[in-house]
């Protein structure tokens, strides 16, 4: 049996027909390996952009963004360098500076709150709930002070948060509602795509993640044209649309790759029966793991996506020695919830107490996750996490 060391939210690259028994965290490989189509329409889009020589901005860039645009369901997509780059050009573009708070959720990313720091904000941590790990709307109410500006719903592991109910109570206190929507490619609440249902929405094309570039990239979103218009203006050297040697507002550069683009095209073609081929294996995980791994649960309306296949465990040590034993890759998100990071604690900062996402550090263990994730390899890990006393399983 080949030896790999577990993965931590990285992706393994397995050469194909690797005689173990192994089950990669994350098997960003097989998907080209085992597609000759898709292999040969990501080199076409190669060999037409380096034709093209528009290797930022240009053709590819404008029909990735309208193509984008009109899968989320929105007016307007701009893209940029990547998903932190997207939040905070948003917040930017929404006008949050200093002397603003912005709620956030202390289980998310770190790149969430970084995009507030990044503005000049103050990210206010506030709890989620104990079922989905997303967003309590009741939490944000409470957290809402004079200085709040914005909320900012992390659609976390591919789930879209209770935007309904979070609608509510940014309406009622005249509040952005700005969709983190990094981890939910396609995923849908009550029939809306993620990235149609708040002010604007920001994504992430990281190659992990369920909409994944060949390098770094990202996407804001949004029906509003003037807020799209000071997102494009702002990540393009803050340049005048009508003189490029005028520069209106301070910018700076973030856009999106002429490649990325090309390659992203490929990609949004396959991404719905990408997601489909997750929810089937999410369905097995629920069906086969022993009762001491909980999955998440989900809304009545939401179809999420499954970026990531999070369950919470009392015994995450006595899982993670097993799973690693049998040569499994597993991920945390997050181990150090987003209010405890050092980097929002200067300046004699303490850390909210915050409950569940406190609680949820402790207990979330992410299984393996990708498209191409056979069924037989979900069995082989529930087998695995099932051989496990303190998990429910057999002795
Ligand atoms: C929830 C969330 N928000 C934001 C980001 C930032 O995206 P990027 O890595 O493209 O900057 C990520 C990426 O990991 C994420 O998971």
Known sequence: MVSRPPV???????????????????DLGSDLADSARLRAELDEAWSRTVGSARFVGGPEVAAFEAEFAEYCGVANCVGVGNGTDALELVLAALGVGPGDEVVVPGATFVATAEAVVGVGAVPRFVDVRPDTLLLDPAAVEAAIGPRTVAVVAVHLYGQVADMDALAVVTRRHGLALVEDAAQAHGARLSGRRAGSIGVAAAFSFYPGKNLGALGDGGAVVT???????????????????????????????????????????????????????????????????????????????AEPVHHLAVVQVEDRAAATRALTAADIGWGLHYPVPCQRQPAFLRDGRRPETLPVADAAAERVLSLPMFPTLTAEQVGRVCAVLASVPALGGAA
């Open 8 to 26: 931590i939210g990285r992706a393994v690259a397995v050469p194909p027909g690797t005689p173990d028994q192994g089950v990669p965290f994350l």
């Open 223 to 301: 029906d509003d044209d003037a807020l799209a218009g000071r997102v494009r203006r702002a990540a393009d050297h803050g340049r005048s649309g009508k003189d490029r040697h005028v520069h209106v507002v301070p910018g700076r550069n973030s856009r999106l790759d002429g490649l990325q683009a090309a390659f992203l095209r490929v990609k949004l073609r396959g991404l719905d029966d990408a997601n489909a081929a997750r929810a089937a294996a999410m369905a097995r995980y629920r069906a086969a793991l022993p009762p001491g791994c909980v999955p998440l649960a989900v809304q009545p309306a």
